[in-house]
């Protein structure tokens, strides 16, 4: 049930999916920190993918703390954290980056973290900082297509269309067409 919810997760695909497997581990093993972290993890993005039905804010919130709890050594609860914390507006991005920093710090071959940080870098108009993020994640997780999409975007906002419409094109060839397509449309 856990390697499901976390494949669901990776993919960005069926994410309430992913949330209800990962609550579905957490209740079998309430112990199982991993569980908690993955539904803190998943919990942190559903809403940005437009997937509003529930408080998933708190949850994440709830969720990375648990795991925390559990197992302080684990990474994805503070990414989880910094990404939960950036749906309230104003966004304390000191706060966000620290967070962000301190996942790195725990495991500095999560390539989710990266990525999410890279989003932020890209928020802020550093995007060289969110090429460099997004390099060592795609490093790390070659496959990871949600990163090449988040390249892709950097690229764009930098000025370099055709780097950035050829990213784009191997993701949706991947099967990869919903994370930030919008922007490309044009």
Request: proline content about 4%; aromatic content about 10%.
């Amino acid at each position: 049930i856990y390697l499901k919810a976390r494949e669901l997760f990776i993919a960005r695909r069926e994410l309430p999916d992913s949330v209800r497997l990962f609550e579905r581990v957490v209740e079998l093993d309430p112990k199982f920190a991993r569980g908690w972290e993955g539904l803190a993890a998943v919990s942190s993005i559903i809403g940005g993918w437009g997937i509003r039905d529930r408080d998933y804010t708190t949850l994440a919130t709830r969720a990375a703390n648990r795991a925390l709890e559990l197992d302080p050594s684990l990474s994805m609860p503070w990414a989880a954290l910094a990404m939960a914390e950036s749906t309230q507006w104003p966004v304390d991005w000191a706060r966000h980056l620290g967070l962000m920093d301190r996942a790195l710090k725990a495991d500095p071959k999560n390539a989710t973290p990266y990525l999410w940080r890279s989003i932020a870098w890209l928020q802020l108009g550093f995007f060289d900082r969110a090429i460099a993020d997004l390099d060592r994640c795609l490093e790390l997780e070659p496959g990871y297509l949600n990163a090449t999409r988040h390249k892709a975007l950097a690229l764009l906002y930098k000025g370099q269309t055709d780097a950035a419409i050829e990213l784009f094109r191997r993701g949706v060839a991947a099967g990869f067409v919903s994370s930030r397509a919008e922007n490309f449309v044009g």
